[in-house]
């Protein structure tokens, strides 16, 4: 009969940013437990508040699977002797099995007979395995950080405080340090803090409730934001639907409540993104804005309790909100009243690394790589290009200056935002504020890119710096550590030229970084620009794969690099789309075939006059046209009309194959034959190594 298992794990508060991680991985982690245990189950459900994580899987077998084993022993010539007897070999591996030699059996393998042990092992009850189970489980919930308490060894997120475990109705018993479980839960810390006793899921979550604990994080969510919505209705507004933070808002309490506080209308005049930053980021409330998206003076916080009055609540949060946003005004009003440029001097006292230098020097640096780029690209025909590059040069050297303006001090989140603010007010062209802005983004995996092409340029340069000067200096990012956020910063490059196809190539601008940095390299610069170009075909492979494309394809397009970025995807893109070719798969075997032949091979001249029979000919004439043609398209960036050209040496290739002796006696006509099939190689191989892609026939 199917029991149903209940865990709970009651904790002081964990953070919110700690939970979803945890309840992804503790759904998986119980999954394959029980699989390894060999216990049937049906669904496994995860919930979980500030205050505890909970698990319940339905349908769990009282027993374990049977488990069948066959142990292949000795063979059966050595098992047994002339006349039949067992000898020391079959006693021996008998004993070993713990079954007696009468039992063993003789199976045929590929290799011939061998003695087999077979046996059946029952399972155990369920419950007789459990408590080991929730031990292992319960200490491999997985946390970024964890913590040890009081004089115990166990670490966890928080401290745990109780235990409820129970299969069937009845309690699982074990010990974790100091902690045994039990049938016993908490209610809410503050409204209902009493333990209380419960059977069952549906009872917990029926009691829980009762005492003022919604344990369904899914339930939660909903009631944030009705009441959340209702509360902005009430002053004719509607809230921001930030989903991080209704995301942490959901992990921060167990039973919500929404109360409206207000503020001065004066606090409009800042900018927007101030008092989004200073309500969401530092007071984890939803600002309230009307049907036109223009904020309105008031805002929406979640408590942990109902309000007794919400009147009260609201003030207490409107005097913490007024303080914010008066230091906020402050520090606005002192920080215009000095120019972007003159703070560029002050960038001269901030280090940036140790290793690296100073802010300042780190602009001048990717200034001057990115007014490289510039003149690489022209992204109006209608404009000056001069126009534009003068503008890149301007925006890169202000990027920066807003990180020692007093706003960012307060608010660092806002860095970059209050340097397109202050440049706006000071009079500056919008493109170049908006590209200071720009420069960061993005700002997270699969964030936005800039917008406009200088604050694309400026992007990647800074980012570019970055990268090289860290692994000019050592500082590579292993498997387990990326302090400087390396892998996001080349995602980011990868993405912005991508999504500008921009003709800029990795090694072009990695080289003439390094060369601005030399200086301060620690390293050859030869072994700076291999790593980071590995560096960066590591992430785009990635990139590749993730997104869909076959890993054989894009294994076979990167093994001629991944510097020039925009047609490296149209050769992915084009090898996939060939896969549905009916030639497709013969060529890449002929392929195969070819590489193989042509190890060790250093290639030569082909000299028809060498030429001994028709398919050669044949095959020469084939590959000259399709050489001619393809290379055109190839040069062009057509990869798809090139391959159906190259398709065409399909039928010629297996004539030559299957009449002419490659590896003939005579060198010379050897070395002509290999050197037709080496070209043929080559023209494959500026597009891809066809040796690397996977056919069905394989």
Known sequence: MAKELLLEIGTEEIPAAFMPRALAGMKTMMAHELAAQRIAHGDIITMGTPRRLVIAVKGMAERQEDQFLEKIGPPVRTAYDADGKPTKAATGFAAGQGIDVAEL???????????????????????????????RFITSIPFPKSMRWMNLSLRFARPIH?????????????????????????????????????????????????????????????KILDEARDAARGVG?????????????????????????????????????????????????????????????????????????PA???????????????????????????????????????????????????????????????????PSKTKPHLAFVTKVDHAAYLCKADLETQMIYEFPELQGIMGREYALIQGEDPVVAKAIYEHYLPVAAGGALPETDEGS???????????????????????????YALRRQALGIINIILNKKYPLALDDIADKSIAILSKKLRRPPEEVHADVLEFFKGRF????????????????????????????????????????????????????????????????????????????????????????????????????????????????????????????????????????????????FRIADFSKLVVESQ
């Open 105 to 135: 059996v003789t199976v045929a393998t590929d290799k011939g007979d061998y003695i087999c042990a077979r046996k059946t092992i029952a399972g155990e009850a369920t419950r007789t395995v459990l408590p080991s189970l929730l031990v």
């Open 162 to 222: 109780w235990i409820l475990a129970i299969f069937g109705g009845e309690v699982v018993p074990f010990q974790i340090e100091n902690i045994e479980s039990g049938t016993a839960s908490c209610g809410h810390r503050f409204m209902k803090p009493k333990p209380f006793t419960v059977k069952n899921f549906s009872d917990y979550l029926k009691k829980t409730k009762a005492r003022f604990v919604i344990v369904d994080q899914e339930e939660r969510r909903a």
């Open 237 to 309: 507004g509607h809230i921001f639907e930030h989903e991080a933070l209704i995301d942490e808002l959901t992990f921060l309490v167990e039973y919500p409540s929404a109360v409206c506080g207000s503020f001065e209308t004066e606090y409009l005049a800042l900018p927007a993104d101030v008092l989004t930053t200073a309500m969401m980021k530092h007071q984890k409330y939803f600002p309230v804005m009307d049907d036109g998206g223009r904020l309105l003076p008031h805002f929406i916080t979640i408590t942990n309790t109902p309000a007794r009055d």
């Open 312 to 378: 009260v609540v609201a003030r207490g949060n409107e005097k913490v909100i007024r303080a914010r946003l008066a230091d906020a005004r402050f520090f606005f009003e002192e920080d215009k009243k000095v120019p972007l440029k003159a703070r560029m001097e002050e960038l001269k006292g901030v280090v940036f690394h140790s290793l690296l230098g100073t802010s300042y020097e780190k602009v001048l640096q990717f200034s001057e790589l990115a007014h490289y780029m510039a003149q690489k690209i022209n």
């Open 457 to 483: 340029i400026i992007s990647i340069a800074d980012k570019m710096d970055t990268i090289t000067g860290c692994f000019g200096v050592g500082l590579i990012p292993t498997g387990t550590a990326d302090p």
């Open 541 to 684: 492979e990635n990139q590749m794969i993730s997104l869909g494309h076959p890993y054989d394809v894009v294994a076979a397009v990167l093994v001629l690099g991944a510097c020039d970025l925009v047609q490296t995807v149209k050769k992915i893109e084009a090898v996939e789309s060939f896969r549905g070719h009916p030639d497709f798969e013969p060529l890449v075997i002929a392929f195969k075939r070819v590489v193989n032949i042509l190890k060790n091979f250093q290639g030569g001249t082909v000299d028809p006059a060498r030429f001994e029979n028709r398919e050669e000919e044949t095959l020469y004439r084939a590959f000259t046209l399709a050489e001619e043609k393809a290379g055109r398209l190839i040069d062009a960036g057509d990869y798809q009309a090139a391959l159906s050209e190259m398709a065409t040496l399909r039928k010629p290739v297996d004539a030559f194959f299957e009449t002419v002796l490659v590896m003939a006696e005579d060198p010379a006509v050897r070395k002509n034959r290999l050197s037709l099939l080496a070209g043929i190689s080559s023209l494959f």
